[in-house]
């Protein structure tokens, strides 16, 4: 970001970035960084996020420069600037972010947040997140950053419209909730791991149990179903006759 250039040349440089973005082709998630990194570049923020909906909050799942802390923070929807953004559909300004009655005090003092941008990721006619720019200092934020804001939240916003395509789904909600989940693939392999026995490969008794009452309450006259309970008497010889591999692969068949 050069402060010394013209605003006009700095506008025209956003928005070249922002086409060559436009082009890229990949998840949503994946394309995020970078673009996050590039608009801090061209509008000169001190900070910039992105917070996807969930229910009634707007949760921050990626985050750059003064904003990167509040990585997984919660806010109100009702009671936000992003939350504003969203229910209007249209860009937010708070030009004094501590004494605007949008914010969120408590995150804009620990964001560091002197003034803000909020600008709504429509995917579909569905306001599904929105992206924030934030700056140390309370400023009045000039045409050219807005409209550059603008611009990265349609680029997101046609990335996801592209991977809801690709997955034949039009819920875009949904969508967004598994691409920018905060649990990550490594913490869904660990809840498998935690839930299944690595020998079988079926639930352990906790889990078990857990599904079988969400299934037993589901449960109707009309459906044909059964529970099963095999107890294996003298199990125990296979392992002290043939070793615990033979008996390992009893279990697994």
Do not use: C, Y
């Not at 997984?72 to 939350?83: C, E, I, P, Y």
């Not at 300004?93 to 501590?98: G, H, I, Q």
């Not at 949008?102 to 909020?118: E, H, K, N, Q």
């Not at 592209?162 to 967004?176: E, F, G, P, S, W």
């Amino acid at each position: 970001f050069d402060a010394a250039q013209p605003e006009p040349e700095r506008a025209l440089g956003a928005m070249a970035t922002l086409a060559a973005m436009a082009d890229q082709r990949g998840r949503p998630v994946d394309l995020l960084p970078n673009l996050l990194a590039d608009v801090q570049e061209s509008t000169g923020a001190d900070g910039l996020g992105f917070a996807r909906r969930e229910g009634d909050d707007l949760v921050m799942v990626a985050a750059v420069g003064s904003l990167g802390t509040m990585v997984g923070s919660r806010s109100r929807v009702d009671a936000s600037l992003g939350g504003a953004a969203l229910l209007s559909r249209n860009v937010a300004v708070a030009a004094d972010a501590m004494n605007d009655p949008r914010t969120d005090r408590a995150l804009a003092s620990s964001g560091d947040i002197g003034s803000a941008v909020a600008a709504p990721v429509d995917v579909s006619g569905t306001p599904v997140a929105v992206l924030l720019a934030s700056w140390r200092k309370p400023r009045t934020l000039p045409d050219s950053v807005l409209a550059t804001l603008r611009v990265a939240a349609a680029v997101l916003a046609a990335a996801i419209g592209r991977t809801v395509h690709a997955d034949r789904t039009d819920d875009a909600t949904r969508l967004i909730a598994a691409a920018f989940s905060q649990a990550s693939h490594r913490e869904a392999e660990q809840r498998r791991h935690d839930e299944l026995d690595v020998l079988t490969g079926l639930l352990k008794p906790a889990p078990f149990e857990a599904a079988l009452g969400t299934s037993a309450a589901h449960w109707s006259p009309s459906q044909n179903s059964a529970v099963l309970f095999i107890d294996l008497d003298r199990f125990h010889r296979i392992n002290e006759t043939h070793g615990n591999a033979a008996g390992d692969s009893v279990l697994q068949r």
